[in-house]
């Protein structure tokens, strides 16, 4: 029988069939079809509607260990700097992440966390990172901060005096020895970050946030102190500042 012969029999056999029973001919047939073509169309409706609703981003920062004061704090806080920065929310966004969790000892939590952080930082991704004591020196060694008086005048960082964080640049030597193995000791005992006196040539680097009501309205750190500071590659510089106005009131 010729293939199309066969085809014509076929569909006259359907025809004589009840509607139940063409219905499970077309589902046994057709079905791994119909569901490739509603799976593609599901694809390309999430796909435009990502288009559509997709923002570029004026701002994007980290929060590391903070805690919101409420479920509805992040995204107030996203809504009343955006508003204050003049940044239209129909076309950009501001993005803070505070989710992330690292301790001292360094748990899975911990070095996902980490890992995320210097993706972040390697691609040019973040303007700014607030942290906890512990962790702020940590990456301030690292060479992740902006020296602050690139974003800050004399007078507004003598205002500031008894919250800034400093590193001491020339302690970024020994750093590089320890992490090269030109040293045994891999004590790192580091400088003094509140007393720039002591320092040989002190940066600073990063603000209490002890200083800011306006981050206290949002989140909380708890006991623990925590630091402010801009990435040193911050794609997104001027917003920085202005973070900088709207969190120290200036």
């Given amino acids: ?14 025809k004589q069939k009840s509607f139940r029973e063409k219905v499970n001919y077309f589902v046994y047939y057709y079905k791994w079809h119909v569901i490739a073509a509603v799976a593609i169309f599901f694809l390309l409706f999430a796909l435009v509607r990502e288009t559509i609703n997709s923002k570029e981003l004026s701002i994007f920062g980290l929060f590391l260990n903070a805690s ?7 995204e107030e806080f996203e809504a009343d700097f955006c508003e204050y920065a003049g940044i239209d929310t129909q076309k950009h966004a501001a993005d803070f992440e505070h989710t992330f969790r690292m301790g001292p000892q360094m748990d899975s939590a911990g070095l996902e966390a980490n890992q ?17 004591t512990f962790n702020f020196n940590k990456y301030s060694y690292n ?15 003598e205002t500031y005096k008894d919250y800034l964080f400093y590193i001491d ?13 030109e040293t045994l000791d891999y004590t790192i005992e580091y400088p003094d970050f509140a007393d ?6 002190p940066i600073p680097v990063g ?18 102190e ?25």
């Fill in 207 to 224: 603000i209490n946030l002890k200083a800011s009501p306006k981050f206290q309205e949002y989140y909380t750190y708890g006991k623990e």
């Fill in 143 to 157: 060479s992740a901060y902006a020296d602050l008086r690139n974003y800050l005048t004399e007078e507004e960082l």
């Fill in 196 to 201: 720039p006196a002591s320092m040989e040539n």
């Fill in 169 to 181: 640049e020339g302690f970024l030597d020994e750093i590089e020895r320890i992490k090269k193995g």
């Fill in 226 to 250: 925590a630091y402010l500071g801009i990435v040193l590659n911050a794609p997104h510089p001027d917003i920085c500042a202005k973070l900088l106005d709207f969190l120290f009131e200036k």
């Fill in 68 to 74: 919101s004061m409420t479920l509805d704090s992040p």
């Fill in 116 to 132: 995320m952080i210097m993706v972040y930082l390697a691609a040019g991704d973040i303007d700014v990172m607030a942290m906890d």
């Fill in 1 to 14: 029988m010729a293939l199309m012969d066969e085809f014509k029999s076929e569909r006259e056999a359907v």
